[in-house]
């Protein structure tokens, strides 16, 4: 296999998914650390060599690169058990992760880093503005996941998927942005489930 090497934020959710799928893969990661706070992704060398859209992660595989981090977990699954064989479920994965990055990451992750990072009291008007919105469509989607997962110990086809990596690396720390997991007992049991994996990693 090519050199693969992970140009990242540890603390970053999109970024543990990729070392997350690795893991699970069984590929090693080289990985190479960016403040985002500090602007090193929007050096001139990082916009021209690595990503011009000056931001991490981004999977190098050999002397190329690879932005997105669900791009990412599924070139690493590929070829593996983590990608199913049926042709449905396999568009059923990558449908719950197109659905993760526009309809869970955007709020629950969001939130993660206004609290975490920025702080409340340092928000900006337009921040604050769109704080009960962004509540509102991350509670959305934990509850779209608590129903399915009521129904069905994973997310695709009743077995451990790369699409339960992807869900996996936001939701398990969702209560960093406000969001109780108590109230959400189907997504708790998922959670213990798939952190029960064998080769799991826990976020840095």
Known sequence: ME??????????GNCYKIRLTAAHAGATLERREYDIMQGETRTPEFLERINANGRIPVLQVGDRFLPESNAACWYLAGGTPLVPEDRF???DALRWMFWEQYGHEPNVATLRFWFGWIG????????????????????AALRL??????????????????????????????????????????????????????????LD
């Open 145 to 202: 996941m608590d129903e399915h997962l009521a129904r069905a110990d994973y997310l695709v086809g009743g077995r451990f998927t790369v699409a339960d990596i992807v869900l996996y690396a936001y939701t398990h720390c969702c209560e960093e942005g406000g969001y109780r997991l108590a109230d959400y007992p189907a997504v708790r049991r998922w959670l213990d489930r798939v952190a029960a994996q064998p080769r799991h990693v826990t």
């Open 120 to 139: 409340e009291a340092n928000l900006t008007a337009f921040q604050h503005a769109a704080l009960p919105l962004k509540r509102e469509a991350g509670l």
């Open 3 to 12: 050199r693969l090497v992970l140009h990242e934020y540890a603390r970053s």
């Open 89 to 91: 479920e396999q568009a």
